[in-house]
C-alpha cells in the first residue's frame, strides 16, 4: 500500500510569518515530489518538485527532501493572504508498468492578514 | 501549447443515467491519470492509462465505472447508472512518457452532480 500522509490542518499563520508544510511518504521507490496548490474550487496547480536530497528554492518556495526519513516539505517565506489554499503532496512512483502519482490528502493553510 | 482540457466543466445527470467525462492530455504527453475530489477532501486516485492500455484501475470502483484512453481522441471516463454518491469533482492529469521529475498537470476538472 503505498501512501502519502499530511496533516490536514487548517494550518494558520499570520501574515508575512513561514509556513511549514509537512509530507511523509511509505514506498521508498518513490523517485519524485511534487508540491501542488488548489485553491477552492479550482483545479490543483504545480508549484514545485524535487528529486535530490536537500533543498530546492524557488521565490518565497523551499522545498526541502530527505529521503533516508521519508520525508518531504514545503516552505512558505512571507506568507500572504493569497497563499491561503490547500496544498497537496505528490509522490511519483515508477514500477513495472510505467509511474504513478499518488497524493496526500492535502493540508489546508489559512494566512491571516 | 493547450493545457489539459476537460469537458464538460459542469455536468448534472439524474440518478440512473450515464455519465461521460472526457479528458484530452496535453500535446505530446502519453499518461492520463484520472482522480475524483468530494468537497473539503483530498484527491483520490481512480485510474492511469497510457494509450490505448489501462496500467492501473486499482482505485476506480469495481462496478458502474470504466475508462479508456483510445488511439485517437481524448479520454473518457464513464459512469453508468449514476447515485448521488457520485457527485464530486473529477479531475484529470496528464504527463510525458516517464523520466524522473516529470510532473502531472491538471485539467479545470468536472464536476458531476447527481439529482
Redesign the interface.
Known sequence: QKEVEQNSGPLSVPEGAIASLNCTYSDRGSQSFFWYRQYSGKSPELIMFIYSNGDKEDGRFTAQLNKASQYVSLLIRDSQPSDSATYLCAVNIRDNYGQNFVFGPGTRLSVLP | NAGVMQNPRHLVRRRGQEARLRCSPMKGHS?V?W?RQLPE???K?MV?L?KENI??ESGMPKERFSAEFPKEGPSILRIQQVVRGDSAAY?C?S?P??R??????????TRLTVV
Open positions: 499518461h491519470y482522480y477532501e483530498g484527491l486516485f492511469y497510457q496500467i492501473d479531475f492529469a504527463s512518457a516517464g524522473s521529475g516529470t510532473e502531472a498537470f491538471f485539467g479545470q476538472g
